[in-house]
C-alpha cells in the first residue's frame, strides 16, 4: 500500500479487505467522511491483478478522482457517467 498508494492503512481497512479478498460474505463498511474507505476498494485491486472490480460512487467527480488516482498508481480505471457512456467501456479485452 504505501508503495503504490503512498499510505499506510489502518487495521480496520485491512480487515475490511481480507473479508472483501476471502469472498464469502456480503460486507457492510460504515465510516466517516475522510476516514479512508476508498483504499478498501482500491487495495483488492493489488491482490487480483488483471481483475475488474466495479465501484459505484455517488458523484462523478469521485469517480473520476479515482480513476485519475488509480491511473497514477498504474492501475486501468475508467470512470463512466452519462458523459462518458460508450459501448467501448463495455467491452472488455484481455
Do not use: H, Y
Not at 485491512?14 to 479512508?36: F, N, P, R, S, Y
Not at 465501484?55 to 452519462?82: E, H
Amino acid at each position: 500500500m504505501q508503495e503504490v498508494f503512498g499510505v499506510r492503512p489502518c487495521l480496520w481497512q485491512l480487515k475490511v479487505v481480507e473479508a472483501l479478498l476471502k469472498g464469502d460474505k456480503d460486507i457492510l463498511c460504515t465510516a466517516g467522511t475522510g476516514m479512508g474507505k476508498t483504499l478498501g476498494f482500491w487495495m483488492p485491486l493489488l491482490f487480483r491483478p488483471g481483475s475488474i472490480q466495479i465501484v459505484v460512487t455517488p458523484l462523478n467527480m469521485l469517480g473520476r478522482q479515482n480513476a485519475s488516482s488509480l491511473a497514477k498508481a498504474g492501475i486501468r480505471a475508467i470512470a463512466i457517467n452519462s458523459e462518458t457512456v460508450t459501448t467501448a467501456n463495455f467491452a472488455v479485452s484481455l
